[in-house]
């Protein structure tokens, strides 16, 4: 859905970031949309740098991580409730995942979104009984 890029940071929901053509962009995985957040690697790593809490989510991670327990390097905080549709960025709206699982799951959320006005009333199909 997103064409060619090299994806090479997450931040803690799962958000990627990618290098396109020489500029950086974030990629959200309950969309498949491309952001741009940058037109260079310096300029991404100084965005990154002067608003951590915003960019990467690093204050939450923070404190969610003293409330529970530090994440693996391969977890992930994700939207019980899918932030595209309203779920709050709070501590009781996310649940720790593997990044690939999670990213699967969001995936398909992305798909069955695709298309779909916005406001339009939604079922998701999560493949699970």
């Not at 396109?20 to 790593?45: C, D, H, M, Q, V």
């Not at 779920?87 to 999670?102: A, I, P, Q, S």
Request: aromatic share 10%; net charge negative; hydrophobic share 40%.
């Amino acid at each position: 859905m997103i064409g060619e890029i090299l994806f090479f940071a997450e931040d803690i929901f799962g958000d990627q970031f990618g290098i396109r053509n020489g500029s950086i962009y974030r990629f959200k995985p309950e969309t498949a949309e491309l952001e741009k957040a940058a037109s260079s690697i310096e300029g991404w790593a100084g965005r990154i740098l002067s608003n951590p809490n915003v960019e990467v989510g690093h204050g939450f991670a923070t404190h969610w991580q003293k409330q529970h327990r530090t994440l693996l390097y391969e977890e992930r905080l994700v939207p019980l409730i899918p932030f595209v549709v309203g779920g709050k960025y709070d501590m009781t709206n996310v649940v720790v995942r593997n990044c690939v699982e999670g990213m699967i799951d969001r995936a398909s959320i992305a798909v069955q979104l695709k298309d779909v006005p916005d406001g339009t009333k939604i079922t998701f199909d999560t493949g699970k009984p």
